[in-house]
């Protein structure tokens, strides 16, 4: 009996601990998450595929976006406290510090081609994430993942109007009237180079290669951590619903992404990497523009497959744009997001703050982040 009541403890350790981090996606529109990622009926910027392919359906015209580098990093001013007197020469005194605080970085670009119902993305994108949990027994949660590759998707388009024309640089979007059913369809190819573990800060493996100088670069701390490289293919489908009507449109969308989970050929390493899972997303939208002036609403449920908690899976946004700037905000998993862009040829320039969980549950442990993107060059023009 209590071996029986011991493995059922440590099952249910090992499947909390699974679960107790942020939820995977290719890819985040810097836009989309500071409207609490509430984004599936809405989104119509360079980050359209990685929501929900279908929503191609709504564009007229030509865009493209040659340059839009994006950086997130940790919001350390939020915990400034962490870091007065900070210890600079005690190891144990650094851990203290540091202990349950998330730890992210982020660079990336997705270059892209939108032409009528048909659209093309390349990426970059590294992302490392890095928690210390455990006083009693220090262990380094890292998640780091360098995706490289492309997504391409399509959409058919049942009825008409309730389709966009963006129209000259700086210029108001403008929707047609009518009602749209959209099917929207996506392929993409990506190379990943990943580490994803628990490591022990004290165990042997780790400090015996560094103590015998076997760590003299970043190529070799990743190595020792367990990197390895492959590649795969995905498969998205998406559906879109829209109606429009005067100077109002309402959308309503649900995706498929990574469509029986993404899987990867290993190809340099040892450790296989984690399959990027399918993931149900639906959500709904709002829009009335006024001309000088606009505003949207936006409300999603994801991921809609998996052991999350529901309350986690809630997602609400809110913009309000006038011609060359807007105001965004959102509520994500339980945490606030708000920022702005602002619309000036030949950039656009996006800044804010957002908070994800990184926990098992609900607001069981919040990363705090601040992003910024800029867009350089990018137009679009009517058919």
């Known amino acids: 009996m209590i071996i029986k009541i011991a493995l059922i403890n440590l099952f249910f350790l090992f499947s909390l601990n699974l679960y107790s981090k942020e939820a995977s996606y290719v890819a985040r529109s810097p836009r989309g998450l500071l409207m609490g990622d509430a984004y599936t009926a809405i989104a119509d910027d360079e980050y359209t595929l990685f929501y929900n392919p279908a929503t191609l359906g709504r564009n007229k015209g030509v865009s493209f976006t040659p340059l839009d580098p994006t950086f997130a990093v940790t919001n350390f001013y939020s915990e400034q406290s962490r870091f007065t007197n900070f210890p600079s020469k005690s190891p144990t005194g650094i851990a203290n510090k540091i202990m349950d605080f998330p730890l992210y970085l982020q660079a990336s670009a997705f270059p892209n081609l939108k032409m009528g119902q048909f659209g093309l993305t390349m990426f970059l994108n590294s992302k490392t994430s890095m928690v210390l949990r455990n006083a009693t027994h220090p262990m380094l949660d890292i998640n780091y993942n360098y995706d490289r590759g492309f997504i391409t998707g399509f959409a058919y388009n049942v009825g008409i109007g309730a389709a966009t024309s963006k129209g000259r640089k700086g210029a108001k979007a403008q929707t047609s009237a009518g009602e749209r059913l959209s099917i929207g369809v996506a392929l993409k190819h990506m190379n990943r180079q990943s580490i994803d573990g628990q490591f022990d800060l004290f165990g042997t493996s780790l400090l ?176």
């Open 208 to 383: 015996g290669k560094i103590s015998n100088g076997g760590i003299n670069n970043a190529t070799d701390l990743k190595n020792a951590l367990g990197s390895s490289t492959g590649s795969a293919w995905g498969y998205d489908l998406g559906v879109e619903y829209a109606r429009s009507s005067g100077n109002s449109l309402f959308t309503a969308g649900y995706s498929l992404l990574d469509i029986g989970g993404t899987r990867f050929k290993l190809s340099e390493g040892t450790q296989s990497l984690q399959i990027q899972k399918m993931t149900a997303n639906t959500g709904v939208g709002f829009k009335q523009d006024f001309g000088i002036f606009d505003y949207t609403l936006s409300a999603d449920l994801h991921p809609l497959l998996g052991p999350v908690d529901f309350t986690r899976q809630m997602h609400f946004g809110a913009e309000f744009s006038l011609p060359f700037i807007s105001l965004m905000t959102g509520w994500s998993e339980g945490y606030l997001s708000y920022g702005a862009s602002v619309k000036l040829w030949p950039f656009k320039i996006t800044t804010g703050f957002y908070g994800v969980e990184v926990g098992a549950h609900y607001k069981e442990m919040q990363a705090k982040r601040f992003l910024l993107y800029l867009s350089l060059f990018d137009f679009s023009i009517d058919l």
